[in-house]
């Protein structure tokens, strides 16, 4: 007995010397729930970068929710709130498989890889121990920089490059680290913090405090713990279908078309994002107005700008709002050496665009950097050359959609340009218009100009909307009862 009793203890030394202070940390904060599960509620603030007014404004959120979490196994049932609306989700992860009930579903919806993959890290903002659990069976060894007082153990997960903090002096987790890829933003860091430690039977350590602090810092998030216990089983919350198996989504098909509206005016529709971007050829310079989601984006219409009018260069970019679908492919024209046109509200965003480092995914300007060159409007800017010209005007909130829009007018054709104000449906009459649709026209009125068509950025085919919108018709929906 004595000498199984010695083995073991040589045994238990041996993996800790092995696995150090990542182990020490895991039989803390993990291991009781080998066998058990740490049931516990939550309240949370959620902060979302939704199409808000600003750059950065956030849309707030509060949730409530109720989990179960071993180190295999997680359920989860929560309720978030904009404070008008509430809608509910489900979840249910074990490895090499998730049941999701997404909020505002009845039933189950399709899972992805990328999605179940991505549960020990989303999880973490609740409790770390899926990543412990993670690290621990993937053997990651100490990493050699860390700071004072801290053991820094770096993983890659599902394209995130994840760090643990582990404190030295009391072997809890201080903080993860989690750098990803994004479009617009991209090499994004979140770090989550946890504090406010308690025991509970004098083995399971555990956070009562995460705070979030993401998109580099620019949003954070809070979540508090309460009511911890541990619990032998977990709810059946959903059950897995006869045929589960994860969805596979089809590949993105690239599709381009561009039209020729008139020797002047070019419209290049990227069918993937379902935008419409604009071209303006001038005797000597083309101007290049949207670019949807991403540099990659900004480089096929680049590429189509090279077809419509060879060798002339694109002097101008210019977004009609800050949101993802006009200037995500702004990268690419700072790259190209274009002026990228912007206002007050926007510039400083704009500026951290172009200045975002994109190591994790390199896009042109990442690998051969240009400075970034703006072109600031006030109310107007006129843009001329040979007797051709364009007023690009400054109707920020007047639009009832964000403070920075912007509309293009061609005095010419006397044709408007502008993203996503106006919502006619195809079939039928046209319905009382919207605050959006209203503000428009009432910023058409306000500037004195004559327009006899809109033609619409975005949406082209979804919606069953139209996006070459006669004057008329925008005039019969603002004077609908
Ligand atoms: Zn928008």
Known sequence: MKYILTLCTVLLSAWQLRAGILSECYTKMAMPLQLNYLHFGYTESLH????????????????????????????????LSDGKRKATSLS????????????????QVPVTQGMLEEQPYTLARY???????????????????????YAVYKSVLNGR???????????????????????????????????????????????RKIRVEKYNGKLTDE???????????????????????????????????????????????????????????????????????????GERILAEAAKIAPGKPVKYFVFGHHHPHYLGGLRAFVHQGARIICSDVNKEYVEYIARAPHTLQPDKLQQEPKPLRTELVKDSLRISEGGYEMIIYFIGNASQHTDDYL????????LLFQDDLVWIPKEGPPAKAGARQEGLYKAIQGLGIQVETIIQSWPVRDYGVKTIIPFRELEESVQKQ
Not at 54 to 70: H, L, V
Not at 128 to 143: A, D, G, K, M, T
Request: net charge negative; glycine share 4%; charged share 25%.
């Open 223 to 297: 979540i508090q713990v309460h009511g911890a216990e541990l619990r032998e089983k977990a709810p059946v919350l959903l059950t897995p279908p006869d045929d589960y198996a994860l969805w596979q989504p089809p590949l993105e098909e690239i599709n381009i078309r561009t039209e020729k509206y008139n020797d002047r005016i070019h419209f290049i529709e990227l069918e993937h994002t379902d935008d419409r971007s604009l071209l303006v050829e001038f005797d000597h310079f083309l101007l290049v107005a949207e670019a949807p989601l991403n540099s990659e984006n």
């Open 127 to 149: 409790t770390p121990v899926l990543l412990l659990q993670h690290f621990l069976s993937e053997e990651i060894e100490e990493s050699k920089d860390a700071p004072a007082g």
């Open 161 to 207: 490059h994840i760090s643990l903090y582990i404190r030295k002096s009391d072997r809890l987790l201080d903080k993860v680290s989690i750098l990803e890829h994004d479009d617009l933003y991209g090499d994004v860091l979140s770090t989550l913090y946890y504090s406010d430690y308690a025991q509970l039977e004098g083995q399971l350590h555990y956070p």
């Open 92 to 107: 249910d992860y074990r490895s090499g498989q998730l049941l999701y009930q997404d909020y505002g579903t009845d039933g």
């Open 407 to 414: 509309l293009y007018y061609f005095p010419q054709e006397k």
């Open 48 to 79: 979302e970068l939704d199409h808000n007014f600003r750059p950065w404004q956030a849309s707030i959120y509060t949730g409530k929710g109720d989990m179960y979490c071993s180190v295999f196994h997680v359920t989860k049932a929560d309720t």
